[in-house]
C-alpha cells in the first residue's frame, strides 16, 4: 500500500467516541472528510462529540456500544453498514483504569478492566476485520498506553491489559502484511483526560481524602491536550505507521526501556520530580 492513507470519504468506526481521545480522533478524522460511526457506552456525551464533528459533507452515526457486551459488538457491524455502506478504518480506543498492586485488586475487578481493554479490542477487531479486509484500503488501530511500554508498581491489572493489546496488534500486522488492511498500535503518554478521575479503586484501599489525593496527583500528570492527541494518531494513520508514540513522555520512556529493558524502573525512580 504506497503511499499516504487518504481518509477523504473513508468511514471510521471509533469506539470510546464520546469524550477524550476518542472524541479528538472523530473531530481530526472528520476534518479530513471522513465519515464516522462513533460508538460509547455513555450516550449522555455524544452531543458534545456530535457539535466538534458535525462539518459539511459528514455523515455521523452514533452507537451506544459495551465492547465487553459479545453479543452487541458482534451486532455491530451490521447497524454500522446499514448507515454507511461500508467501513474502512476500526479505532479501538475505548479503554479503563484501575488502580491497585495485584494484592489490592480483586479478580472481579482485574477481568472487569480485561474484558474492556483487551477483549473488547479483540472481539471488536474480529467483528469488523471481514469489512477491513474488503475495503481497497483500511486501517486497523488499537490504543495501548505508555503503561504497554513500561509495567509502574501499582499498574498491574492495566498495565497487563495493555502490554496484552500491544501484543495482539504486533501480531496481527504480521499476519496482515500484504493485504490492504494497515495496522498501528498507539501508545499515548499523559493526554488530559477524564481516565484518571473516572479510574476504579478498590473499595476500602484509600480514605476519601487520600482517594481524591491519588486522583489529583495522577491528573497532573495528564498534560497533552486530547485535541493535540488526536491529531497525532490520525496522521500516524494517514503515514501507515506500525507504531505511533504520543507524548515526550512515551518517546522517553521508550527510549529508556529499550536502552535498559529490565532495570528501566530504577532509571525513571531517579528521573521522577521530587
Same mark, same amino acid.
Given at each position: 500500500m504506497p503511499g499516504r492513507m487518504k481518509l477523504h470519504s473513508r468511514t471510521a468506526v471509533v469506539t470510546g467516541a464520546a469524550s477524550g481521545i476518542g472524541q479528538a480522533i472523530a473531530v481530526s478524522l472528520a476534518r479530513r472528510g471522513c465519515h464516522l460511526a462513533l460508538a460509547d457506552i455513555n450516550e449522555a456525551q455524544f452531543a458534545q462529540t456530535a457539535k466538534l464533528a458535525a462539518l459539511p459533507g459528514i455523515?455521523?452515526?452514533f452507537h451506544r456500544l459495551d465492547v465487553a457486551d459479545r453479543e452487541a459488538v458482534a451486532s455491530l457491524p451490521a447497524a454500522?453498514?446499514?448507515e454507511h455502506g461500508r467501513v474502512d478504518?476500526?479505532?479501538n480506543n475505548a479503554g479503563v483504569a484501575l488502580g491497585g498492586t495485584f494484592d489490592q485488586v480483586s479478580e472481579v475487578d482485574f477481568e472487569w478492566l480485561f474484558e474492556i481493554n483487551f477483549w473488547g479490542v479483540v472481539r471488536m477487531t474480529r467483528a469488523f476485520l471481514p469489512l477491513l479486509r474488503a475495503s481497497d484500503?483500511?486501517?486497523l488501530v488499537n490504543l495501548s498506553s505508555l503503561?504497554?511500554?513500561?509495567?509502574?508498581?501499582?499498574?498491574?491489572?492495566y498495565s497487563a491489559s495493555k502490554f496484552a493489546v500491544r501484543g495482539f496488534t504486533q501480531s496481527?500486522?504480521? $499476519?496482515? !502484511?500484504g493485504s490492504h488492511v494497515s495496522v498501528t498500535v498507539v501508545h499515548p503518554g499523559g493526554v488530559a483526560t477524564a481516565i484518571a478521575r473516572n479510574a476504579r479503586i478498590p473499595k476500602g484501599l484509600?480514605? $476519601?481524602? !487520600?482517594?481524591a489525593q491519588h486522583r489529583s496527583a495522577a491528573e497532573r500528570l495528564l498534560r497533552m491536550p486530547a485535541e493535540m492527541a488526536g491529531e497525532i494518531i490520525v496522521k500516524g494513520i494517514e503515514r501507515r505507521k506500525p507504531r505511533v508514540l504520543v507524548g515526550m513522555d512515551a518517546k522517553?520512556?521508550?527510549f529508556i526501556e529499550r536502552l535498559a529493558p529490565v532495570s528501566y524502573w530504577k532509571i525513571l525512580k531517579r528521573l521522577r520530580p521530587g
Open positions: 455523515r455521523i452515526s454500522v453498514v446499514a478504518i476500526l479505532i484500503d483500511a486501517s503503561y504497554g511500554l513500561i509495567s509502574p508498581p501499582g499498574q498491574t491489572a496481527i500486522r504480521h $499476519e496482515l !502484511e484509600f480514605s $476519601e481524602q !487520600e482517594e522517553i520512556i521508550s
